[in-house]
T-cell receptor
Framework: GDSVTQMEGPVTLSEEAFLTINCTYT??????LFWYVQYPGEGLQLLLK?????DKGSNKGFEATYRKETTSFHLEKGSVQVSDSAVYFC????????????FGAGTILRVKS | DADVTQTPRNRITKTGKRIMLECSQT?????MYWYRQDPGLGLRLIYY???????NKGEISDGYSVSRQAQAKFSLSLESAIPNQTALYFC??????????????FGPGTRLLVL
């Protein structure tokens, strides 16, 4: 079945460091891909998405490119801030019409000042 | 006011008790979902509903039931709670897709502890 694998955390970085969180997927068909972020004590928020191969999603300085050849959707940010500390989830759409989300396990990011 | 609300936010209950978690939304979406989050496992889909008369089981529906009382309300029940149902529960909503996929919007979560 469809699945998402993302790098284990926690990832601890200093402020202004470069961030990469790896995400790979297994899916039938052509899923849409997403990164969701969960700040402490809150629900999940959509961070960015890409709906087809080679699309780049971007938001708040974060980027991810849909790579069909490597089945990957790695999240990157050039300079992280303390306020980026959160749990990041990679997900894909599944099911008929892509209505259901399949999530990775989540990666905790901690940014130190 | 939040678009997707969940009550209660925290709940402690005992094994064997029946409990209900409630979700309400003001986004006017047709589709609603219940997920549970466990450390190291991400979110897993329990049930989903595409409209008031359409209820579907998700990946892990055993031990749970749902009720879609209205377009805006979707409740999750644990008929007889057990300790391994201790988790963080999220409700989500989405619009009916015109094409492809519609973004899901999540509530703040309910933290449930079953003793």
């Amino acid at each position: 079945g469809d699945s998402v694998t993302q790098m284990e955390g926690p990832v601890t970085l200093s402020e202004e460091a470069f961030l990469t969180i790896n995400c790979t997927y297994t899916a039938t068909g052509y899923p849409s891909l997403f990164w969701y972020v969960q700040y402490p004590g809150e629900g999940l928020q959509l961070l960015l998405k890409a709906t087809k191969a080679d699309d780049k999603g971007s938001n708040k300085g974060f980027e991810a490119t849909y790579r069909k050849e490597t089945t990957s959707f790695h999240l990157e940010k050039g300079s992280v801030q303390v306020s980026d500390s959160a749990v990041y989830f990679c997900a894909l759409s599944a099911g008929e019409y892509g209505n259901k989300l399949v999530f990775g396990a989540g990666t905790i990011l901690r940014v130190k000042s | 006011d939040a678009d997707v609300t969940q009550t209660p936010r925290n709940r402690i209950t005992k094994t064997g008790k029946r409990i209900m978690l409630e979700c309400s939304q003001t986004k006017g979406h047709d589709r609603m979902y219940w997920y549970r989050q466990d450390p190291g496992l991400g979110l897993r889909l329990i049930y989903y509903s595409f409209d008031v008369k359409d209820i579907n089981k998700g990946e892990i529906s055993d031990g749970y039931s749902v009720s879609r009382q209205a377009q805006a309300k979707f409740s999750l029940s644990l008929e007889s709670a057990i300790p391994n149902q201790t988790a963080l529960y999220f409700c989500a909503t989405s619009a009916r897709p015109l094409a492809g996929y519609e973004t899901q919007y999540f509530g703040p979560g309910t933290r449930l502890l079953v003793l």
